[in-house]
């Protein structure tokens, strides 16, 4: 067997997609017999909207046509809004869907493409040599088996019993001052308004959808999800740690401890699971590494922040970097497992400022409030918005490149319109086969490079041709009229090597 992914999260999910469509079938040991159905992710932000669209998942995943549309309106950062209007092209793209869904979406596809999803299977030992890795299983029966494996990854939550196997560190902190409150619940119509969708909260003002507030008691955020009984959610900080269960009279109490006004939330009707939780404090931890030896990790087992909103921006993103490559060092092509960790772990230490800055200008204290007012004023800037989005979108980490490389190399590649012969295409959906693709938009048409697939176009763009990976990002690029067939053929080397056939 060449790959098992331990977890059947959206991350582990996706990885198995990405190695099923580099030629490679992988196992998938999942221990719950059906996906959890207890709600988590209300949807995707950043960068991977785009990546999903790359993958032709942003219309399962959406239920709409795409393209996904950047967020021109307004987003959230620690509780102040962020103004994407002041951006000439906002980086932010949102797609609303619950975590299940996405869930149900990745693995009806992971089957369509031969994956095998084994669940009620679950790992209870890892033991890896220098020629692979011997697993051993309780399946649905309680029965054990072994499984030898070249590959292992770890896509198995922040508990992850592959890490720990793997005797890999998960370093951070454990924040322990704040207790977060969620419930779906029904809020009376006089208590909206029709034009904005605001909770109109006497003494207080309105609260806008989706834009959370800070007040003296803590934090709130009323957010009406489509399809969902609106989620309303508040952060206090040192209160009494509690071993009771949530009800709605404590989500009620907690409402009106941070905005000083009884809002009559009733529970609602309808089919559930709805959302009725407290989570006390949280924890920001990044794994020392994301590879040992033929163990890897992904998702949430790599990396966990408390202010969340990003775990699947970037667990999902690890899951796009990593399959290509895993396929590829399997399928005997060029191993360049070790640019896995290189690429993606300098994006979750970013990650950790964006928690961490966050969770700062949300906590309490008149220090911080002035903070705050000082934040809201550069806010009003367009060059700090532009680097508040850019970090919320996880689009401001370039991947390592040599100094003087073509200025789009190490970036995803740009969302562009290709006229071809045969007609217009987006570049989202040429790309959908995650192979590497050689964009020749020269005069002359004329490139190649050994084994990779060609694509001859006219783009509203100042490069003359481009490389692309199967995860999208550019190795290599060029704006001259005449490009360097021999550094395309160097760069085609280095990350592909001899041609493979999937
Ligand atoms: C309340 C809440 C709200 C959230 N909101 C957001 C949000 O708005 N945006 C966002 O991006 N993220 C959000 N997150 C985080 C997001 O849900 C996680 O980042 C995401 O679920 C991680 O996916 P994963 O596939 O890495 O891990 P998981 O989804 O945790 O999947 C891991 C899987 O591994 C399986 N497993 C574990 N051990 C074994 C074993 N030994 N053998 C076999 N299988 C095993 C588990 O059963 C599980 O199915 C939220 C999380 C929570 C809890």
Redesign the pocket.
């Given at each position: 067997m060449d790959v098992v992914v331990?977890?059947?999260?959206?991350?582990?999910l996706m990885l198995a997609c990405e190695l099923a469509l580099g030629g490679v079938r992988p196992v998938v040991?999942?221990?719950?017999t059906e996906a959890?159905r207890e709600?988590?992710?209300?949807?995707?932000?950043g960068q991977v909207v785009r990546m999903v669209d790359r993958r032709g998942l942003f219309e399962r995943l959406s239920g709409q046509a795409g393209p996904p549309k950047p967020n021109n309106g307004y987003f959230m950062f620690a509780a102040m809004p962020l103004n994407l209007g002041l951006l000439d092209d906002s980086p932010i793209h949102t797609l609303p869907v619950p975590?299940l869904k996405t869930v149900q979406v990745l693995e009806e596809r992971a089957a369509e493409l031969g994956a095998e999803i084994r669940r009620g299977?679950?790992?209870?030992r890892l033991v890896q040599d220098d020629a692979g890795v011997t697993l051993t299983v309780r399946g649905p029966d309680t029965e054990t088996y072994e499984l030898r494996a070249g590959y292992v990854v770890g896509?198995?939550?922040?508990?992850s019993?592959v890490r720990k196997a793997a005797g890999i560190g998960f370093p951070g902190i454990t924040y322990d001052r704040s207790t977060s409150r969620s419930a779906h619940a029904v809020v009376p119509h006089d208590w909206l308004d029709p034009a904005t969708g605001a909770l109109k909260v006497p003494g207080h003002g309105p609260v806008l959808p989706f834009l959370p507030v800070r007040t003296a008691g803590g934090g709130f955020s009323y957010a009406p999800l489509p399809g969902l009984p609106p989620l309303v959610t508040t952060v206090e900080w040192d209160q009494p740690e509690s071993d009771e269960p949530m009800t709605l009279d404590e989500m009620r109490a907690s409402i009106n401890r941070v905005l000083g006004v009884d809002v009559p939330i009733e529970a609602p009707t309808g089919d559930g699971p709805h959302v009725l939780?407290r989570?006390n404090g949280g924890n920001t931890r990044v794994a020392d590494r994301y590879r040992h030896g033929r163990v890897f990790l992904?998702?949430?087992?790599a990396h966990v922040f408390a202010a969340?909103?990003?775990?699947?921006?970037l667990?999902m993103q690890d899951a796009i970097n990593l399959g290509w490559k895993l396929a590829s060092a399997i399928r005997g092509g060029t191993d360049v497992l070790d640019t896995y960790e290189t690429e993606r772990r300098p994006i979750a230490d970013r990650t950790i400022t964006y928690s961490q800055a966050q969770a700062a200008l949300l906590s309490p204290g008149n220090d911080t409030t002035g903070l705050r007012r000082l934040f809201g004023e550069l806010l009003t800037q367009p060059g700090v918005v532009r680097v508040l989005a850019d970090l919320v979108a996880g689009a401001d980490v370039r991947y390592p490149v040599a100094d003087g490389t073509h200025p789009l190399t190490g970036w995803p590649a740009p969302d562009l319109d290709l006229h071809t012969p045969d007609g217009t295409i987006r570049l989202a959906e040429l790309i959908r086969a995650a192979k590497p693709l050689l964009i020749d938009l020269t005069e002359n048409g004329d490139l190649h490079a050994d084994g990779i697939e060609v694509v001859r176009a006219t783009a509203a763009t100042d490069a003359t041709a481009l490389l692309l990976r199967p995860d999208s990002y550019v190795a290599w690029a060029s704006s001259e009229t005449h490009p360097d067939q021999d550094d395309l053929r160097d760069t085609v080397r280095q990350w592909f090597g001899a041609p493979v056939n999937a």
């Open positions: 331990v977890g059947g999260g959206p991350n582990g040991l999942e221990r719950l959890s709600p988590r992710s209300n949807g995707l932000v975590e299977h679950e790992l209870i896509a198995d939550s922040a508990h019993p939780r989570i992904v998702g949430d087992a969340g909103g990003t775990g699947l921006n667990g």
